[in-house]
């Protein structure tokens, strides 16, 4: 490491320490950066916008309209992937790309079998997060709130569905977690979900 600095905060990280702690949330973190960015979504600041949102997205798309920002600007990054079709991931074993280097971690495991497995059911996911999300349709824990109602979800997919329902002023539309969406342009793509940074 060139810096003394770098050596600590890399420690850190094997010794599973977390002394970055958000006041508002009580969330741990072990790089400051980490608890920078997570800080953002408390406060609602996104300041890196993808410049090239209206020619790339479809009238039909819900999201049109309103600017594509990220609190990160890895997520930024990762997003402007979808214009310029980078796919700097690649799978040695098949040679195929992805634009995130966790997607072609969880496609890696598919050649390994490896998969994280949930100790209420039994069910494999070959990524951590999912796993985790997975995990709080057993405990009912619903840890994404809307600041509007107060209604909380466990998956933050379902809390963007229902913040764009706010967003739109028809308060009829407002689903419960698990329920059916009303109408067809309530309905939020994956892709979109995903470059949200949700999915």
Not at 6 to 22: D, Q, R, V, Y
Not at 24 to 38: P, W
Not at 114 to 124: A, M, P, V, Y
């Amino acid at each position: 490491f060139s810096y003394q600095s770098a050596l600590i905060t890399h420690k850190i990280s094997h010794t599973g320490e977390k002394p970055f702690l958000c006041t508002e949330c009580g969330q741990a973190f072990n790089h400051k950066s980490d608890l920078v960015t997570h800080k953002m979504a408390h406060s609602g600041e996104k300041p890196f916008v993808c410049q090239e949102f209206e020619p790339c997205h479809t009238p039909e798309d819900p999201l049109m309209g309103e600017a594509l920002c990220f609190s990160d600007k890895s997520n930024l990054t990762t997003h402007q992937r979808t214009h310029s079709g980078e796919k700097p991931y690649v799978c040695r074993e098949r040679g195929r790309g992805f634009r995130r280097k966790s997607t072609l971690t969880a496609h890696q495991r598919t050649h390994s079998g490896e998969t994280f497995l949930c100790k209420e059911c039994g069910r494999g996911f070959r990524q951590k997060s999912h796993l985790i999300s997975h995990q709080r349709t057993h405990s009912g824990e619903k840890a994404y709130v809307c600041t509007e109602c107060g209604q909380g979800f466990s998956q933050k997919a379902n809390l963007v569905r229902h913040k764009l329902a706010h967003s739109r002023e028809k308060p009829s539309v407002l689903q419960p977690e698990g329920g059916p969406p009303k109408t067809s342009e309530d309905t939020l793509g994956g892709e979109a979900l995903r470059m949200q940074g949700v999915l």
